[in-house]
């Protein structure tokens, strides 16, 4: 196993499988109309709210939104008597909803807005023809050239030179901070902002290693030859040219990039906010009937009414998020696995799934049975070592007419840790999670002089050390060691479908080459019966 797996074998290894829940129909009917008539509506109303209060502003330019400010809105939301009766749990999962989707919201946003801002950078300040140069440069072309050729064989070592000046200058520490975060900023913008076509005979990551050096240099130094020789070089894709500039291409690449800062702008400014989905077909109406009797003031409102109408309308309500402390599994007199959630207790669900997941759902048991067992004995499990981590209840669409609660299907996805399924995998997960808590004792220990939120954070930690002491009972089975130096490599075509290779890299000998008719064996024929289908 090389160093670097090793380093990422503590990484969580999530999965997710899925089962339907049934129960009777009184009590499908009363989920239903919980996440239709209050769940759903909370997060739409929430989603909707977000965007009006007066701090989205300033939200939008740091690019992100807090838990806590979605919490503290949901309290005034919640006001209104119809959105109030919820369990905490679904008041939670709509919290953490609503911050997802406006944190990608905002993500876009600001990826748009650097996007623009690069683009402009490079219009500005990079795309200039070699006359533009050698006007404010006060230099001729050849000058340019051989300065470009300078910075270009160490620009490490330009760069290093330029930073060791500007230290000299000493400005406060503050200072330096906003301009070296405003310069990576920038930089990256601009970075992200021109493709770049790189020599056959260059690696990729090597031309943008230079090319962010480039525009580190353009940005620092204050010799005006410096500063046009790297935009000559960032103009030209790293290279110098010997050959006449032609003006007519330089002027369509100008125009390219124009319009492409527009596009950016128009999507910056008609970036249309979460508004969540149309259950009751509310807004879909509502455009409909503007388009049949009313005329639109301006482009923008007519857009807006087109998009409403356009939009596919879902009849399903939000998922419900839970962790693994939310659910409660249990077996009937008949071997049946059910399973309540927290804040439903008297909503009790049959799991129905194939012989394949009937072990998972098991094991959830187990856990289950485990966890609360210690709860009641001097040695206590630790809630992190449970292998269901997470769980989303939701409806999936179904087919055919009568009341929703009866056509769509109630299902469960459930999303595990696969290290947690063996001894030795927890164990591993174990001895990490040991190490961290370890670690945060050690350095609060040090600390004499702790606040309140410390001192809770110390105890929690103490609480865990002694937890992670035990383990589960579990199945012994030998980790899977990684061979470093075998590879696959799998080729697609239209004809030959597909072909593996497992590939030795040490040795350059390859061990295996199939074909699809090699891996299908006895199985070929289906695929020739599909083919002839597929002409028929």
Known sequence: MSSDRKKKSTIPVHRTIRCHLDASENILRQVWEEMTQKNTPLIVQLLKSVSEQPEFEANKEKGEITKKEIVELR?????????EEQSGRLRSSADSFVKEVYSSWLTLYQKRKRQKEGKEYFLENILKSDVELVGESNCDLQTIRSKAQEVLTQPEKFLK????NDENVNPTKSARKRVNRNNNNKI??????EDFSSPNNVDENKLETLTNVLYKIHKQTQDILTRCAVAYLIKNHNKISEVEEDVQKLKKRRNEKKVEIKRLDNQIQDNRLPSGRDITGERYSEAFDNLMNQVPKDNKEWE????????????LPYPIDYLYGDLTWYKNNENNTFVYFNGWSEYHFKICCNKRQRHFFERFLE????FKGSEKGEEKLSGSLITLRSAQLLWQ??????????VHKLALHCTYDARLWTAEGTEEVRKEKTDKAQKRLSKAEENEKLDNIQQTQLNKDKSSLSRLNNSFNRPGKLLYQGQSNI???ISFHTVELATVVVVDINTKKVLVCNTVKQLLGDAFHLLSRRRRQQVH
């Open 304 to 315: 807006d009414w087109i998009a409403n109408l356009s939009r596919k309308i879902s009849h």
């Open 188 to 193: 990256t913008n601009v970075k992200q902002s």
């Open 367 to 370: 856990d289950h049975k485990a």
């Open 487 to 489: 590879i696959i490599g």
């Open 397 to 406: 669409q179904g087919e055919g007419k009568g009341e929703p609660w009866k």
């Open 161 to 164: 030179q330029l930073t060791i």
């Open 75 to 83: 309290k005034i939301v919640t006001e209104n008597p119809e959105l």
